[in-house]
């Protein structure tokens, strides 16, 4: 049973728009939500986080949001650039397991 | 220098063989974690390591093992290869808190 999903596989946007990644997770255990972006032939890198006592967080262009409710974060990157096109992996852990889930990852492109 | 380091890049074995996937840090941090990603899905925990003396098996053990050499250090070994372990394997160490952070992978064909 997949507790993380990444419903699209892949997305396409033009430079300068945003991008909307998004993520559904099934356990309500989780309360830490990360997200990492993968180049071809790298290692994941840590690209932002929330937790779940916070509804946004923001770091420059990159604004993760979370609605618990519905069991739903979202990846906005606002103005997508063309160093953004990677995979992008969803991960959720539960506090003080440090495991995290993965998603299976969506392959973003930004044309240009 | 990379802080998560990880040899071989690239393997190429055969079915029935022992290999052996070392990974290094220079984090400082406690915990080390061995994954894998296969084509079209996330990646998989095989094994973690909150230190040297803890070692705790993670999603998809069977067929692997692993060593905590030191704080530093963590190998991952397949005792008899087989086909469908034919992945991309990614170590990972972490601190206090929850960000892990990874290495480069090691790219594993079993023939």
């Known amino acids: 049973d997949q507790q993380v999903k990444q419903n699209s596989p892949s997305l396409s946007v033009q430079e300068g728009r945003i991008s909307i990644l998004n993520c559904d997770y099934t356990n309500s255990m989780f309360d830490y939500f990360l997200w990492y972006k993968k180049y071809p032939a790298e290692g994941p890198t840590f690209l932002i986080s929330i937790s779940s006592i916070k509804d946004k967080n923001e770091d420059g262009r990159f604004t993760v949001f979370l609605n618990k409710s519905a069991k739903h974060l979202s990846l906005h990157i606002v103005p997508s650039q063309p160093g953004d096109s990677a995979v992008y992996f969803c991960?959720?852990?539960?506090?003080?397991?440090?495991?995290?889930?993965f998603g299976k990852g969506t392959k973003l492109t930004v044309n240009p | 220098d990379a802080d998560v380091t990880q040899t071989p890049r690239n393997r190429i074995t055969k079915t029935g063989k022992r290999i052996m996937l070392e990974c290094s840090q220079t984090?400082?941090?406690?915990?080390m974690y061995w994954y894998r990603q296969d084509p079209g899905l996330g990646l998989r925990l095989i094994y973690y390591?909150?230190?040297?003396?803890?070692?705790n098996k993670g999603e998809i053990s069977d067929g692997y093992s692993v060593s905590r050499q030191a704080q530093a250090k963590f190998s991952l070994s397949l005792e008899s290869a087989i086909p469908n372990q034919t992945a991309l394997y990614f170590c990972?160490?972490?601190?206090?808190?929850?960000?892990?952070?990874f290495g480069p992978g090691t790219r594993l064909l079993v023939l």
């Open positions: 984090k400082g941090h406690d915990r």
């Open positions: 990972a160490t972490s601190g206090a808190l929850e960000t892990q952070y």
């Open positions: 991960a959720a852990t539960q506090g003080g397991s440090e495991k995290l889930v």
């Open positions: 390591s909150f230190d040297v003396k803890d070692i």
